[in-house]
C-alpha cells in the first residue's frame, strides 16, 4: 500500500516527487544552477542527443522545479506538468505550443483580464481568433464552434462573481468538435477540483494564487497528457523560454503541503462570511458558489469538493457605499490579488474590470456597488467586524 497511485491528496502534496540527494536532506534542496557538468564527452553528446535522459540546462529541466511539476502533475491527476514563470506565461506557452495561425477559440467571456488582452491583442496578430461566451449557457458555446476552432478555454467559478460552468458537459462538446478543454483551475486548485478527472485536456495554474498561498512569488504550470504537455508545451518552453526559477519553484511546493488544510480552511471562512453577508440589510446579493441561493449551487456541490475563498456581493448605494466599505477596512487588504493567507477587498468596476466600457461592464455583471473578497485565513470574527466598520 506505500504505492502513489494509493496516496490520496494530502498525501500527494506532502510526499509527491520527493527526490532526495546523497546528503539525505528531509526538506526538498534548492539547486541555483544554470547548467549541468557531464562525465565525457560522449556522455555530453548522449545528454544533447536525447539518448540519455537528464539534465542539460535549466532553461529545459531543474531538480527542485522538476520536484514542484511532478507533485503538482499527481496531484491534478496529470501525466504530465510544465512549471512556467507566471500564469500567464502557462496560457501564452499552452497557446503558442498547440495552436496555429487560422486557428479559432472559443472563451468564456468570464475570464481573468489580462488574459483577454493576450487573445485579443497579441494572439490575434498571429492569426488566431478568439470569439467570447457565456460561461453558464452551454448553447452559446456550441453556436459560437466553427469549423477551425481548436480550443476551448474557462476559468470556473469565475472572477469576481464565481458563475461555474459544467465542466463534463464542455468536454463532451469539445470532443464531438475536436477541440482541446483547457480550464484554468487557479480558483479551486487541486484540492477543491480536479478538471482532467472531468474530461479537461488541459489544466492551467497561476502558482502565484492558493498554490504559494502566502502572496510571495510569481508562477505558473500547465498539467495534462505526455504528449500535448511533456511533449509540445514543454518544447515551447525550453525553447522560448518562460521558465520557472528553482527558489520559486521550492516555495511552491512547500506551499502544496499545506494546500489541503489552507484551501478548507479558506472555504469554512468564506462560507461564513458569505452567510453573514446575506442577512446583512445593506448587502442586496452574495455571490458564493456555497450559498443556496447561488444559480449553480447543485453542479459546484457535484463537481467540487469545496465552495472556494473568492466571494462577492453587492451593496446597497452603489460606487460611494462600496468605496466607503473600502475605506473604512482596517484589517483587509485594499489589492487585487487573491489567494492569500490575508484577506483582500476590490473594487471590480473601477480596477480589475475597470477599462472596459460601460456596456460591457454590464453585459459582463459587474455593477458599481459590487466589492470581492479573497477570504484569507484570518478569524472570521474579525473578517466581518471589519466589513461591518463601513456596512
Ligand atoms: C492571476 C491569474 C492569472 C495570471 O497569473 P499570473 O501568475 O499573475 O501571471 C491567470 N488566471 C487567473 C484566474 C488568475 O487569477
Redesign the pocket.
Known amino acids: 500500500m506505500n504505492d502513489i497511485d494509493d496516496w490520496a491528496l494530502e498525501t500527494l502534496a506532502v510526499r509527491a516527487g520527493l527526490a532526495r540527494t546523497k546528503e539525505g536532506e528531509h526538506s526538498e534542496a534548492i539547486f541555483p544552477t544554470s547548467s549541468y557538468v557531464f562525465e565525457s564527452a560522449a556522455h555530453a553528446a548522449a545528454r544533447f542527443a536525447g539518448d540519455e535522459a537528464g539534465n542539460i540546462y535549466s532553461r529545459f529541466t531543474n531538480p527542485t522545479v522538476r520536484i514542484f511539476e511532478q507533485r503538482l502533475a499527481a496531484l491534478e491527476g496529470g501525466e504530465s506538468c510544465v512549471a512556467t514563470a ?3 506565461s502557462a ?1 501564452l506557452s499552452t497557446c503558442a505550443a498547440l495552436l496555429q495561425a487560422g486557428d479559432h477559440i472559443v472563451s468564456s467571456r468570464s475570464i ?1 483580464g ?2 483577454t488582452v493576450l487573445f485579443n491583442k497579441y494572439l490575434t496578430r498571429l492569426g488566431i481568433d478568439t470569439s467570447y461566451v457565456s460561461l453558464t449557457d452551454l448553447s452559446d458555446w456550441q453556436q459560437a464552434i466553427k469549423p477551425n476552432t481548436k480550443m476551448l478555454f474557462l ?1 470556473t467559478p469565475s ?1 469576481p462573481l464565481t458563475e461555474v460552468a459544467d465542466i463534463i458537459a464542455l468536454s463532451n462538446l469539445a470532443k464531438q468538435h475536436d477541440c482541446l478543454l483547457v480550464v ?1 483551475n ?2 479551486c486548485t487541486p484540492a477543491l477540483q480536479r478538471p482532467l478527472t472531468l474530461g479537461a485536456d488541459i489544466v492551467i495554474h ?1 502558482a ?2 492558493y498554490l504559494d498561498g502566502q502572496g510571495r512569488c ?3 504550470a500547465v498539467v495534462g497528457n505526455s504528449k500535448l504537455v511533456g511533449e509540445d508545451v514543454f518544447g515551447f518552453l525550453r525553447t522560448a523560454g518562460p521558465t520557472m526559477s528553482p527558489f520559486n519553484a521550492w516555495v511552491f511546493l512547500k506551499g502544496l503541503e499545506t494546500l489541503a488544510l489552507r484551501m478548507k480552511a479558506h472555504c469554512d471562512n468564506a462560507q461564513q462570511l458569505a452567510e453573514f453577508l446575506e442577512a446583512h440589510p445593506s448587502v442586496t446579493k452574495v455571490y458564493y458558489p456555497g450559498l443556496k441561493s447561488h444559480a449553480q449551487h447543485a453542479l459546484a456541490v457535484r463537481q467540487q469538493s469545496g465552495f472556494g475563498g473568492v466571494l462577492s456581493f453587492d451593496v446597497k448605494g452603489g460606487k460611494d457605499a462600496a468605496w466607503k466599505l473600502i475605506d473604512a477596512t482596517k484589517l483587509l487588504s485594499i489589492t487585487a490579488n ?1 489567494g492569500d493567507t490575508k484577506s483582500t477587498i476590490t473594487h471590480p468596476a473601477t480596477t480589475t474590470h475597470g477599462r472596459l466600457s460601460d456596456e460591457e461592464r454590464q453585459q459582463a455583471g459587474i455593477g458599481d456597488g459590487l466589492l470581492r473578497i479573497s477570504v484569507g485565513l484570518e478569524n472570521v470574527k474579525d473578517i466581518k467586524n471589519d466589513l461591518l466598520r463601513g456596512l
Open positions: 507566471s500564469g500567464m496560457i481573468f489580462t488574459t476559468e472572477n484554468d487557479c480558483f497561476s502565484t494564487k510569481i508562477g505558473g487573491l
